[in-house]
């Protein structure tokens, strides 16, 4: 069963975290950074992690390959957080200027994760 983010998120649950693509040093000045800085508690400096009801995901400080770590990381936290719903944004795929199908592959072990949700857009690259 597909678990699908909501295209656009005005509100969230108490267990719910709003997954976001940062930039490395955590200025959330646009987009879905802004966002969940302003709304749910992105901490202005830190640009990975777990921050208020947010998990921000660093993808402006160079290609592919140093977005990757993240993601893996935000992957094991999430299987060791099942008590949380995560609702990862198109991370990448605004600001940072990738395409769905460049960062959806990276979520890839995430479809097995019952607490992560990802956006149609992801799941439609990786049902191919």
């Not at 094991?76 to 600001?95: D, M, N, W, Y």
Request: contains cysteine; charged residues 15%; hydrophobic residues 40%.
């Amino acid at each position: 069963m597909e678990r699908i983010t909501p295209s656009n998120i005005q509100s969230l649950k108490p267990n719910e975290i709003f997954v976001f693509g940062s930039n490395i040093e955590g200025a959330h000045g646009g987009g879905a950074a802004a966002l969940a800085y302003h709304k749910w508690g992105a901490i202005w400096g830190q640009g990975a992690g777990l921050q208020g009801q947010t998990y921000g995901i660093p993808t402006m400080q160079g290609g592919i390959e140093t977005i990757s770590p993240y993601v893996d990381e935000f992957i094991e936290f999430a299987q060791k957080h099942p008590e949380l719903t995560f609702l990862v944004t198109r991370v990448g795929c605004g600001i940072a200027g990738f395409a769905d199908n460049e960062i959806a592959p990276l979520f890839n072990k995430a479809i097995y994760i019952k607490n992560v949700y990802l956006p149609e857009e992801f799941w439609e690259v990786l049902k191919k």
